[in-house]
């Protein structure tokens, strides 16, 4: 986690100087301030993982002579034939092509959505999968 750290607060040095040299060379307001804002944004990350790099053992990534599987365990569980997040997707993207074409189109999204967010939800409440 120091690695981390340590990069994120070169890459905010990096940042800010060119959130300098595009102010100064450009003179564009809104240009410049979202450049000195992504300094901040990476400063606080680089701050919060040094911080917190101190508190933690060292881990697989601080050492020179790691193996990739010295990291190696369990992410989490995911369904593996879930058709929820097609529906969610599906509802999604008619929901941000409702902002381009029409609110109307909400309507359709709407119940697309609503399904897919409670049908992954409740997945493992019936049917086969249906914990006993």
């Given at each position: 986690m120091k690695i981390q750290g340590k990069m994120f607060l070169w890459l905010s040095v990096?940042?800010?100087a060119v959130a300098i040299?595009?102010?100064v060379w450009s003179k564009e307001p809104a240009g410049?301030?979202?450049?000195?804002?992504?300094f901040g944004l990476t400063v606080m990350v680089g701050y919060y993982l040094a911080f917190t790099a101190r508190r933690v053992d060292a881990m697989a990534q601080d050492d020179q002579e790691a193996d990739v599987a010295d990291e190696a365990g369990e992410v989490g569980f995911f369904s593996p034939h879930s058709w929820q997040p097609l529906a969610l997707g599906i509802g999604s993207a008619f929901a941000f092509l409702?902002?381009?074409?029409?609110?109307w189109l909400m309507y359709f999204s709407a119940p697309l959505i609503l399904f897919g967010i409670f049908g992954w939800v409740y997945e493992y409440y019936r049917g086969e999968n249906?914990?006993?």
């Open positions: 990096f940042i800010l040299l595009y102010g410049t301030t979202a450049l000195f804002l992504a409702a902002v381009a074409v029409g609110w249906q914990n006993q």
